[in-house]
T-cell receptor, first 113, second 112 residues
Framework: GQSLEQPSEVTAVEGAIVQINCTYQTSGFYGLSWYQQHDGGAPTFLSYNGLDGLEETGRFSSFLSRSDSYGYLLLQELQMKDSASYFC??????????????FGKGTRLSVIA | DTAVSQTPKYLVTQMGNDKSIKCEQNLGHDTMYWYKQDSKKFLKIMFSYNNKELIINETVPNRFSPKSPDKAHLNLHINSLELGDSAVYFCASEGLASNEQFFGPGTRLTVL
């Protein structure tokens, strides 16, 4: 079977750093993505890792270790607007942009003052 | 300009009815998807279309029938609605060799 494991909830203080981990077990692996979803909203793309290492985009970074089937999303300088659900997702059927994503169950991040 | 749009945003209906959800993307993408998000926020692929052709059909009851009249549109028709169909349905699109899927705003379906 296929599974992606991530914590269900995380709480962090405004201005702090938080790391959301994701481990995966899938039949194929063609990259790990992260999506953000605010309550009542649509998932929006944050980052993608196809190769091992760290990808940085502003306050957000994402890391992948294929040998460990593990990745994480790092959010720095947390802001109240970062309160949302964060999903890791694996593309398990191919590299090209016509294969669906397998999503984890999401981590609900609450940022408190 | 909305990249991926869906109508309606909310849909409340009785068990046994037939309903449709429409999706359109103006990004010029070849691939479109339907995902279902249940009450626990679990997102699961239902269908994948590439250039109007069905690529992937996950284990979805055949009461669900997608239709793609052209590559910018992917509609979802649901027959004989059941209580368990209540969920948020998201349409998404993606370009070839892309790493980013663009999601529509979702359609919240409630079956009474």
């Amino acid at each position: 079977g296929q599974s992606l494991e991530q914590p269900s909830e995380v709480t962090a203080v405004e201005g702090a750093i938080v790391q959301i981990n994701c481990t995966y077990q899938t039949s194929g692996f063609y990259g790990l993505s992260w999506y953000q979803q605010h309550d009542g909203g649509a998932p929006t793309f944050l980052s993608y890792n196809g190769l091992d290492g760290l990808e940085e985009t502003g306050r957000f970074s994402s890391f992948l270790s294929r040998s460990d089937s593990y990745g994480y999303l790092l959010l720095q300088e947390l802001q109240m607007k970062d309160s949302a659900s964060y999903f890791c997702a694996v593309r398990d059927r191919g590299w090209s942009g016509n294969t669906p994503l397998v999503f984890g169950k999401g981590t609900r991040l609450s940022v408190i003052a | 300009d909305t990249a991926v749009s869906q109508t309606p945003k909310y849909l409340v209906t009785q068990m046994g009815n037939d309903k449709s959800i429409k999706c359109e993307q103006n990004l010029g993408h070849d691939t479109m998807y339907w995902y279902k998000q249940d009450s626990k926020k679990f997102l699961k692929i239902m269908f994948s279309y590439n250039n109007k052709e069905l690529i992937i059909n996950e284990t979805v009851p055949n009461r669900f029938s997608p239709k793609s009249p052209d590559k910018a549109h992917l509609n979802l028709h649901i027959n004989s609605l059941e209580l368990g169909d209540s969920a948020v349905y998201f349409c998404a699109s993606e370009g070839l060799a892309s790493n980013e899927q663009f999601f529509g705003p979702g359609t919240r379906l409630t079956v009474l």
